[in-house]
């Protein structure tokens, strides 16, 4: 086989680092949504909230969702890649969709302390979720595979917003 020429090595090698780049755009995505936690995370308990039982230890949050995170990115890395498809818009919309609203459930839930708000929140990027997989498994399988860890993770947190949302009840002062 006759070595590759200098033009192709060159196309390779842009080809390659433009695949990098692209990734890393997806990552940063996902850094984005995890920032939130560096201002709104603090303690549940400042607000004397009552903590579910099912509820996990705090230091499990940053590796799982370190993990998640990438594969999410990975997932919409992959779909952006992907051959050809007519619904691949329709997946990435649905990617740049559950990242805004796994954006938005942080400070909804921890920065606003709205219980109600954050589970709609979290019910809608479940929602979301459970779309991408579905549309990214007529894509690409192992995008869609990608976020099936990440969809079991948010059903355990929509029921455990939920819990914390029945062992705090909103009390309304009322002027008597």
């Known amino acids: 086989m006759p070595p ?4 192709l090595v060159k196309t ?5 680092k433009i695949r990098i780049i692209t990734w890393l755009l997806f990552y940063a995505c996902t850094l984005v949504a995890a920032a939130g936690a560096f201002w709104f995370v603090g303690d549940l308990n400042a607000n004397s909230w009552i903590a579910p039982s099912i509820a996990p230890p705090a230091w499990i949050f940053g590796p799982v969702w370190t993990i998640l995170y990438l ?21 990435l919309g649905l990617w740049a969709l ?10 909804v839930f921890f920065g606003a302390f709205d219980l ?4 709609i929140v979290i019910f809608a990027l479940w929602l979301t979720i459970g779309a991408f997989c579905g549309v990214g498994l007529l894509i690409d399988r192992k995008a869609s595979y990608l976020f099936f860890p990440y969809w079991a993770w948010v059903t355990f947190a929509t029921i455990l917003n939920y819990r914390y949302m029945v062992l705090n009840p909103i009390i309304i002062d009322t002027p008597s």
Do not use: D, V
Request: hydrophobic residues 40%; glycine residues 10%; aromatic residues 6%.
């Open 4 to 7: 590759l020429g200098p033009r």
């Open 71 to 91: 594969m999410i990115a990975t997932s919409g890395y992959r779909i952006f890649h992907a051959k050809h498809s007519t619904i691949k818009g329709i997946a």
């Open 116 to 119: 109600q708000g954050a589970l």
């Open 98 to 107: 559950q990242m805004c609203l796994n954006t938005l459930w942080t400070p």
């Open 12 to 16: 390779q090698e842009a080809h390659l």
